[in-house]
């Protein structure tokens, strides 16, 4: 596989964005140590837009034969009052039931959940120089920057906030440098954070990434955030602006179980979900089953993804890309209940793998209704 062909594979669907696509060839062309990781706080249960999209990206990544690793972010998750604030219920979680979560999500998407690293934040963190490594780092951002970086927490600026959650970022941007990763990989909502290792990346003194004397930068790469299932909170969107202004809401939310749909759920808790679905006629931006389907079933293309309805409302019919999915609804050749129905149909499918662990193993999952999810 030459270079051009495992940077396709790291801009392919869901990635939204590469910081920046000449650094990862760089990376590529003097054989860099290329070790991937994406981080995740430890709180509810996993739902697609942490499964699959994360596990779509990892199996992109080791086909490109890129070193492919999860953080579990206990101490994060305890500045940040997951799980009710409880270090141990939260590292027995992670270790239980996200670990477990993630490598089934991660083998429905096509990866090898084998070749993953899991690493428990706490495992590193109690090493005496990590400490260090936040030092410099935050020696190097400004307070007012650190404040308006809380939202990589899911918090908001201006939000009442204990001390603890400022260094936060600091130590978000720590674990790429003191973990040695040159591929560092999230959601879009954690871009602030990537933002600034790539920035600070030449000015600091400890664990910095180096190559045959060369210091390197990392490479952020953030995949596309899932639409949640509920209706917007303003209704029409006027434009792009407002849409960016209210997107945060717009995400699926572990908080709000009809927004997402989880990796276990049964196939009628699905259905449900979906025919509830905010799916306007022919509106195809701010549509978040149209969204699921171009990310989850669209990924690869072409593919087939067949749509069942009566001979009286046009029969079958197949798509082989989002575009011509796209175009129909927008003429409203397709009705948004056959779209529903079809994507709960393949979430379905998609899902029965994972659904059947947890059959065999409930363990995982009664111990998720045992712990307090707190925001």
């Known amino acids: 596989m030459d270079i051009d062909e495992r940077i396709a594979l790291v801009l392919k669907k869901p990635t939204e964005e590469?910081?920046?696509?000449?650094?990862?060839?760089?990376?590529?062309?003097v054989g860099a140590p290329l070790q991937h990781y994406i981080g995740f706080e430890i709180s509810g249960f996993i739902h697609l837009g942490t499964g699959l999209m994360a596990g779509a990206k990892i199996?992109?990544?080791?086909?490109?034969?890129?070193?492919?690793?999860?953080?579990?972010?206990?101490?994060?998750?305890?500045?940040?009052?997951?799980?009710g604030g409880d270090l141990e219920v939260?590292?027995?979680?992670?270790?239980?039931?996200?670990?477990?979560?993630?490598?089934?999500?991660?083998?429905?998407?096509?990866?090898?959940?084998?070749?993953?690293?899991?690493?428990?934040?706490?495992?590193?963190?109690?090493?005496?120089?990590?400490?260090?490594?936040?030092?410099?780092?935050?020696?190097?951002?400004?307070?007012?920057?650190?404040?308006?970086?809380?939202t990589i927490m899911g918090r908001q600026m201006g939000e009442a906030i204990d001390f603890a959650k400022l260094i936060y970022p600091a130590m978000q941007v720590a674990d790429i440098f003191y973990q040695g990763v040159t591929i560092a990989h999230a959601g879009m909502d954690q871009r602030k954070a990537h933002v600034i290792a790539i920035e600070v990346a030449p000015k600091l003194k400890y664990h910095p990434l180096e190559h045959n004397g060369e210091k390197l930068k990392p490479v952020a790469v953030h995949h596309h955030l899932l639409?949640?299932?509920?209706?917007?909170?303003?209704?029409?969107?006027?434009?792009?602006?407002q849409f960016k202004e209210i997107k945060a809401q717009m995400k699926m939310s572990k908080s709000k179980p009809y927004s997402a749909v989880f990796i276990h759920d049964s196939p009628e808790e699905i259905k449900q979900k979906l025919r509830k679905a905010f799916c306007p006629a022919k509106e195809v931006k701010y549509n978040p089953v149209l969204d699921w389907a171009e990310h989850i079933i669209f990924r690869e293309e072409p593919t087939e993804f067949t749509i069942h309805r009566p001979a009286k409302f046009g029969g079958d019919v197949t798509y082989t890309t989002f575009e011509e999915l796209k175009?129909?609804?927008?003429?409203?050749?397709?009705?948004?209940?056959?779209l529903k129905n079809a994507v709960a149909e393949y979430l379905i499918e998609l899902l029965e793998p994972?659904?059947?662990?947890?059959?065999?193993?409930?363990?995982?999952?009664?111990?998720?209704k045992s712990v307090k999810i707190t925001r």
């Open 18 to 29: 590469v910081l920046t696509v000449e650094n990862l060839r760089h990376l590529f062309e």
């Open 59 to 83: 199996a992109d990544f080791q086909r490109a034969g890129i070193k492919t690793r999860i953080f579990l972010a206990d101490w994060h998750s305890w500045i940040n009052d997951k799980l």
């Open 90 to 150: 939260i590292q027995e979680v992670a270790l239980k039931y996200f670990k477990v979560g993630m490598e089934r999500s991660i083998e429905v998407m096509g990866g090898k959940p084998d070749k993953v690293e899991f690493v428990l934040a706490s495992e590193i963190l109690e090493k005496g120089d990590y400490w260090q490594t936040v030092i410099d780092i935050a020696k190097n951002v400004t307070l007012a920057r650190m404040m308006r970086s809380i």
């Open 227 to 241: 639409l949640g299932l509920q209706e917007p909170p303003v209704w029409p969107i006027e434009g792009e602006e």
């Open 327 to 338: 175009r129909d609804f927008a003429e409203g050749k397709l009705h948004p209940l056959d």
């Open 354 to 368: 994972i659904r059947k662990y947890f059959e065999r193993h409930p363990e995982p999952l009664e111990l998720m």
